[in-house]
Each structure stands twice: as C-alpha cells, then as structure tokens.
C-alpha cells in the first residue's frame, strides 16, 4: 500500500499534459514578475520607468543564445532533462534577484533567470512534438498554453499582496515556488530520450522559405506582446494610480480573458491555423493600440486589455500550430524558434517600449505594440502580392 501514492503521481506525470503546463506556468512566472512591481523598483533604485524596463537588455540576447544551445543539446539531451535544469536556473535567479542590492546587480540576476525562462520555453515546446501525436497535437498545444495565463491569474494577486510589504518578496512567492514545482514535476516524468535531428537546429529551420515567414511574424508579434506585458503595470499604477495589490488583480482578470481564450483555440482545426493565427493578428493589432491610446477610464482599459488577450491567446495557438505545419518533422526547431524570439521579444519590446514611452508616453506605447501586430501579418501578405504577377505570366504561357 505504501507503494501506492508514487505509482499514482508517476501515472499522473507520464501524461505530457501536467508537466509541460507547469513548467511553461514556471516560465511565465519568471516573466511576468517585474511587471506589477516595476514602478516599486524603479522608485528603491532611484531610476525612470524607462530605465527599469530595460532590466532585460542584459539577460534578453544571453537567452536567446541559451534557447539556441538548448535546442542542440537537445539532440544530446532529452526534454525531461533540459526541463529539470531550466527550473533549477529558475529558482537560482529567483532567489538572486530578491537579493540584489544594486539596480546594476538585479540585472545580473536576471541572467540565470531568463537563461532558466528561455530553457524551459524551448524544451517545453520541443517537447509537446516529441510527446505527443499528430492528431493530439492541438489540444496538447493548448494545454502546454495554458500554463503562462495561469500564472499570471494566480501570480498577478500573490505579487500584488506581497509587494505591498516589499517588491523583493515578489520574486521569493511565486517564480521561486513555480520553478520548483515544475521541477517536482519533470522529475516525475519517465525517462525519455534525446531528439533526433541535426545539431544546427534553427538555420535548418530558417531555410524553409514558409518557416522563415513564420519566424519573422514570431517575433513581431512577440515583441509587441511582451512590451505590453512589460509596461502594463505602469499604466496601471501611474496613469490610473492604482495600488500595487490592485494593479495585480486587475492584470490577473486580464490573464484569466487571455486562458478561456486558450481553452477555446484548443478545439481549433489543425487547417484553419494559419487563417485564425492572421485574423487574431489583426485584431490584437487594434486592440493592443486602444488600449494604450483609450485611457477614459480603467474599467475601460481593463475590458480592451482584455479583448487583447482573448486574441493574442488565440494567435498564439494557431501560430505554434501552424509553426509545427510549416517545419515537418523540424519539431524542435520550432521550440527554438518559439524561445529565441520570445527572448528577442523582450529585449526590442523593452527597448521600443522605453523610447516609445520617453517621446509619447503611453500613446507612444500603442502606436509602436499595434503596429508591430500589424506588421507581423506582413511577410504572409507580402508573398501573397509577389506570387500573384508569376502566376498570372505562367497563365499566359502556352
């Protein structure tokens, strides 16, 4: 009998389902810590909101080169563990981070933070191709998707509490206990092995003309999203001066727009991703815009915030996908993909952000994040506008 309550967890874990959602719950964890507090550290350090928006330009591209070199190691490792150390890179820069007594030293912290955010992204989503089949792909996709608005549903109201005694706290109550967890997780998981593939996974990628398309559009919509993550408290706090504690569980009612959303791309067919992935671009691009631009009161801005979400949910799970389509059997270079410009994400989302925000404020802020949904609708219409005069000439041929 005492065998019994292993066994159950071990059978609970050998679906890919719970351990892929924890650790994109722990990933997004990570993520979304500075948010509601940036306004608190910007203050204890004495620097502008810009300037503590770019925590990430020192953490940002050394993630990128870690989704790159855990996307090869991938051929060497395997995703369970490629997991288990992401968390335990989670956790450490979690810990360090609360520590930090310098504004210079808390960016340092973030490096094995996003090295740990960028790791459990890439073997996360490598690991929804290796662990699941072709026809179960989209609801595993979906599930795995789940978990980054759950964090913010349950982490936004934790960080917002704790943060009101210190921000450093925020750090030690939900991205430590996340990473952990996840690591709980993995290490229930049974064994698996590496994938097989080529070590240069993501040039593999890029040369395939529809993939590369993809990747471009990846990583404009995913910098206009994380600079709205980035600069979404600080809407709250400064222009509508809400507390700490409220200003998270406003962002944690968006999250929870943004997770009935997921739930419901899950049932999406696989042939109508690249439709659904180009209309949600769209619509996030002028959603994302009015809710900077349309500040005439927070109940309004918290209702087109999360219309945003809803459509960025969506997007997110048609474009992965239609990512999974476009590779073939390059499942886990889409992984990479998915972790390098989600790094790159942050990094020119932070930048754009910062320097929208000096000239405009936060007008500035939704003319650069809804064009830049706009412009990831571009490469697709662009070949589409360049194929139509070969075609046409072919036609004419005899």
Known sequence: MASFPPRKARDAFASPSPVLFLALF????????????????????????????????????????VALAAGRALVRFSPRALLGVGSALLAVGSVASAAAPTFTLL?????????GIATLLAAGVAAVAAWSEPEHRTRVVAHALAGPPSAWIAGMPIIGLVAEVHWRLAFLALPLPAALLAGLA????????????????????LRIPKARRWALGELMANTAWAGTLVYSGALLTEHY??????????????????????????????????????????????????????????????????????????????????????????????????????????????????????????????????????????????????????????????
């Open 26 to 65: 722990a990933s997004q964890a990570g993520v979304l810590v500075l948010s509601p507090i940036l306004s608190d550290v910007a203050d204890d350090f004495g620097v502008s909101i810009a300037t503590a928006g770019q925590l990430r330009i020192v953490a940002a591209p050394l993630a990128a080169v």
């Open 107 to 115: 960016a340092l912290a973030q490096v094995p933070m996003w090295a």
């Open 186 to 205: 993995v290490a229930g998981r049974p064994r698996d092995v590496p994938l097989t593939g080529r070590g240069t996974s993501l040039g593999g990628l």
């Open 241 to 398: 001066g809400l507390s700490t504690a409220v200003t998270g569980f406003a962002l944690g009612a968006v999250a929870l727009a943004y997770l009935l959303a997921n739930r419901r791309a899950g049932r999406l067919a696989q042939d109508a991703a690249r439709w659904t992935m180009l209309a949600s671009s769209l619509g996030a691009s002028l959603a994302v815009a009015l809710t900077w631009g349309l500040t005439v009161g927070v109940a309004i801005t918290l209702v087109v915030f999360s219309l945003a979400a809803a459509l960025v949910a969506t997007r997110m799970v048609a474009a992965t996908v239609f990512g999974f389509t476009v590779a073939g059997e390059l499942g886990r270079e889409v992984g990479v993909a998915r972790a390098v410009s989600t790094q790159l994400g942050y990094l020119i989302g932070s930048l754009a952000g910062g320097g929208a925000y000096a000239l405009a404020g936060f007008d500035g802020l939704g003319v650069v994040f809804g064009g830049l949904f706009l412009a990831s609708t571009l490469p697709y219409v662009a070949v589409r506008v360049a194929r139509r005069p070969a075609v046409a000439t072919e036609g004419a041929r005899p």
